[in-house]
């Protein structure tokens, strides 16, 4: 165990099948990666959601629906405010809806197009887009960040570099300040900013998220899809030899090699590949896609514009590196017919479940009734007999308004004869939006209408100022023992 760390070997010898020895590496230190920006159709549609995404995250706590922020995750109060609706936590059932179609989602756009969610919409994959704008912004491209990061420390050199971390810790600060704004409400949290009374917990929240932005933006960026992400492990579990995939076509590129414009390389056995590596230096996570399809590949499509681009300058059709199935690849049928093949056992399985949950989801929020009762029998008295005979129950009676709206409520009951409803304000009262409130009700039933033994009764809840709002919950009378 004292043994340094150095001192431990980092290779080991492996026996190849063909009876070859081979040397594979266990541990390499990690290499800086230095993008090389590119133009084209696919980094287009990077830029577009990247801007959409951030739009959304940015903008949306700060829109008001009903004089309430549009989307508030409310953890205090437990309550949820999504777009004028309003959940509770017996609302569970819905984020196990989200969450499930979320899922079902994800594995089947997996299934049809790769890991397009991670290239282009994955926060990792979003905020490390944007640093590197900002990165490039302030260094330079790829040629000159790698000349200024290997030059001697200078005064131009501090000022680039201290210029740029300024721009990411104040970005990645505003990034956790608007995440905390989602729970705390954004407009008071940023009063409470400006006059400096923000509360530990809320600081301490800003704090670890803008370090975690400007931690994996910043410095990991690639390291967290590698190593960190399980996505990029179970992902092949997803695909098939009809996903579209980013694939180089060896039978076109091989034999790669230099040459120039305009000669004839096929005669000297060459592919269209000029092996110019320039896809190698747009990959975000520095892989070279002529080795083949690999977990680390997040599908951004990079390569695929830098290999257009360079096919434009030496005059080959485009497509040499492109979005294509193994299927299509190895000939089995024309791409022009790979639409076709989205008709197949598993992706109508997921479309199946996502149809079905997306139904019934849609269906219970179409259906869901603005108001929540909760019914507590009296565990004291289960049964007592009043004045007049008569046999009394009582309930504790807990009434939420779930809706944005002030209502007026009564309470009524039925599943027993002659049933009489006792509670203050001959059983109305008036909610404000979002409140609870506390209503303790009396049932009384003539005795010979409740024999002995528990008896199925049902307390109504309806708004005098809405007739669609009615909630019935099951409760039970005790009658004479």
């Known amino acids: 165990m004292s043994q340094k760390l150095k001192d431990i070997p980092v290779n080991v010898v492996n026996v190849k099948d063909d009876g070859e020895l081979e040397e594979v590496l266990l541990y390499s230190a990690h290499k800086k990666i230095y993008p090389r920006w590119i133009n084209g159709f696919w980094n287009k549609w990077r830029i577009f959601f990247v801007l959409a995404t951030q739009l959304f995250f940015y903008c949306i706590p700060w829109i008001q629906i009903n004089g309430r922020q549009a989307l508030l995750f409310d953890l205090v109060e437990r309550k949820f405010y999504i777009f004028g609706l309003i959940f509770l936590p017996q609302d569970f059932i819905y984020l196990t809806a989200l969450l499930l179609l979320s899922a079902f989602g994800l594995f089947a756009w997996t299934t049809i197009g790769g890991r397009l969610w991670c290239g282009y919409a994955c926060p990792q994959t979003v905020y490390t887009e944007i640093f590197l704008w900002m990165e490039k912004w302030v260094e330079g491209d790829r040629a000159a960040r790698i000349k200024l990061d290997n030059g001697p420390i200078s005064a131009r050199k501090l000022r680039l570099k201290a210029t740029k971390h300024a721009l990411w810790i104040a970005f990645a600060l505003w990034t956790g300040f608007t995440f905390v704004g989602y729970f705390t409400p954004i ?5 409470e900013l400006l006059a400096l009374t923000i509360t530990s917990t809320e600081a301490f929240w800003i704090l670890f998220y803008g370090f975690a932005t400007y931690g994996n ?6 390291q967290v899809c590698k190593y960190m992400c399980p996505y990029a492990r179970f992902q092949s579990a997803m695909f098939d030899a009809d996903t579209l995939i980013i694939s180089y076509d060896k039978e076109r590129g091989e034999n790669r090699g230099t040459r120039k414009k305009g000669i004839d390389y096929k005669s000297q056995g060459l592919g269209d590949c000029i092996d110019c590596t320039i896809c190698v230096q747009v990959c975000p996570v520095g ?7 690999q977990y680390e590949c997040i599908g951004c499509a990079a390569c695929i514009d830098a290999c257009d681009e360079v096919m434009d300058k030496m005059q080959y059709p485009r497509g040499l590196i492109r979005y294509t199935t193994e299927n299509a690849l190895e000939h089995k049928y024309p791409e022009k017919d790979i639409h076709k093949q989205l008709l197949r056992p598993r992706v109508i399985m997921y479309a199946v479940l996502l149809s079905v ?5 849609g269906y219970s929020l179409f259906h869901r ?3 929540k009762v909760n019914i507590e029998r009296d565990r004291v008295a289960l049964v007592r007999e009043v004045e007049d005979g008569w046999l009394e129950n009582t309930y504790r009676v807990q009434i939420q308004n779930a809706s944005e709206k002030r209502h007026t409520y009564v309470i009524s009951a039925d599943g027993l ?9 001959n059983g109305q009262f008036t909610l404000e939006p979002t409140a609870t409130s506390d209503v303790s009700v009396r049932l009384q039933v003539a005795p010979e209408k409740a024999k002995a033994g528990s008896h199925e009764i049902h307390l109504i809840v309806k708004s005098l100022d809405d007739a669609a709002i009615a909630v019935r919950e099951k409760a039970t009378f005790i009658g004479r023992n």
Do not use: S
């Open 187 to 191: 407009h008071a949290l940023w009063a």
């Open 217 to 222: 933006a910043g410095w990991m960026r690639e």
């Open 287 to 293: 892989i070279d896609i002529r080795d083949g399809l």
């Open 357 to 361: 949950i997306l139904a019934v989801t």
């Open 369 to 371: 009734q603005p108001v």
């Open 417 to 425: 004869d002659g049933m009489k409803v006792i509670a203050e304000g």
